[in-house]
């Protein structure tokens, strides 16, 4: 099976105000393996940034201006990820700017869609982890994966503790061996070990008061908005059983 982790970063958060991908960063798994194959490429925008845009990433259109545009790096970007699954964090945004990108270029290009299947770990990790931040960093922190050299998004970098943080929640098979040259090389000490499937009782789990207050806030601006929340119905029929 060949994975293709990707991110992108781009000039704002939404395509459909005309923001640009600016960076995409792409790593290549074979049989959930690296294959030492990656994919980088910073794009010239052709357009500013929005306010707080170029903070995150840390790129100025100063740096790339001399880049080449989407249009030129299509054909080797499609060649790199076609018939791969994607595995994206919140794969809905950097989708629909690739799809965004792509149409642009005319119909002889089609919809990425057509050419990968996507797997959102967002998602993924939303259902192992219902309730609790499944943002990259936090996952990072949660799965082991050393992420203290990421002070700013770098599409490259973010594909990168990506695979080796997707690789730990779908009981992923060991040290990915991203840090040097030199050291994928050498012997590669186990990092992400296999997950034995549980046959006792669920532990208990203790949910972080800051994650309880964020949920307990959504929950809230669900009832302003809809009247009620799901919660509302099925919570006291949970508790009559339990009685």
Same mark, same amino acid.
């Given at each position: 099976?060949?994975?293709? +982790?990707?991110?992108?970063?781009?000039?704002?958060?939404?395509?459909?105000?005309?923001?640009?991908?600016?960076? &995409?960063?792409?790593?290549? @798994?074979?049989?959930?393996?690296?294959?030492?194959?990656? $994919?980088? !490429? $910073?794009?010239?925008?052709?357009?500013?940034?929005?306010?707080?845009?170029? /903070?995150?990433?840390?790129?100025?259109?100063? *740096?790339? %201006?001399?880049?080449?545009? *989407?249009? !030129? +790096?299509?054909?080797? *970007?499609?060649?790199?990820?076609?018939? %791969?699954?994607?595995? +994206?964090?919140?794969?809905?945004?950097?989708?629909?700017?690739?799809?965004?990108? @792509?149409?642009?270029?005319?119909?002889?290009?089609?919809?990425?869609?057509?050419?990968?299947?996507?797997?959102?770990?967002?998602?993924?990790?939303?259902?192992?982890?219902?309730?609790?931040?499944?943002?990259?960093?936090?996952?990072?922190?949660?799965?082991?994966?050393?992420?203290?050299?990421?002070?700013?998004?770098?599409?490259?970098?973010? =594909? !990168?503790?990506? =695979? /080796?943080?997707?690789?730990?929640?779908?009981?992923?098979?060991?040290? &990915?061996? *991203? =840090?040097?040259?030199?050291?994928?090389?050498?012997?590669?000490?186990?990092?992400?070990?296999? +997950?034995?499937?549980?046959?006792?009782?669920?532990?208990? &789990?203790?949910?972080?008061?800051?994650?309880?207050?964020?949920?307990?806030?959504?929950?809230?601006? &669900?009832?302003?908005?809809?009247?009620?929340?799901?919660?509302?119905?099925?919570?006291? =029929?949970?508790?009559?059983?339990?009685?």
């Amino acid at each position: 099976m060949r994975h293709i +982790i990707l991110d992108t970063e781009t000039t704002g958060l939404e395509w459909k105000k005309g923001n640009r991908v600016v960076e &995409i960063g792409c790593v290549e @798994l074979i049989e959930r393996r690296p294959s030492g194959r990656t $994919y980088h !490429q $910073y794009i010239n925008p052709e357009r500013e940034f929005e306010p707080g845009a170029q /903070e995150v990433t840390g790129l100025t259109l100063e *740096f790339l %201006a001399d880049k080449p545009k *989407f249009a !030129q +790096i299509a054909d080797e *970007f499609l060649a790199f990820v076609d018939g %791969a699954e994607l595995v +994206i964090h919140n794969a809905a945004f950097d989708m629909g700017f690739l799809e965004h990108e @792509l149409s642009r270029l005319g119909d002889g290009y089609g919809k990425l869609r057509d050419r990968v299947t996507v797997q959102d770990s967002l998602e993924l990790a939303r259902q192992r982890y219902p309730g609790q931040r499944n943002s990259l960093d936090a996952l990072c922190k949660r799965l082991g994966v050393d992420n203290s050299h990421r002070q700013l998004h770098g599409a490259l970098l973010d =594909a !990168q503790l990506l =695979a /080796e943080a997707w690789l730990a929640l779908t009981a992923g098979q060991g040290e &990915i061996g *991203f =840090a040097s040259a030199e050291s994928s090389a050498g012997t590669r000490s186990s990092r992400a070990a296999v +997950i034995p499937i549980a046959t006792g009782p669920r532990p208990s &789990i203790a949910v972080p008061v800051e994650d309880l207050e964020l949920h307990q806030a959504r929950v809230e601006a &669900i009832r302003r908005k809809a009247g009620r929340c799901v919660w509302d119905v099925e919570a006291p =029929a949970a508790e009559s059983a339990a009685g």
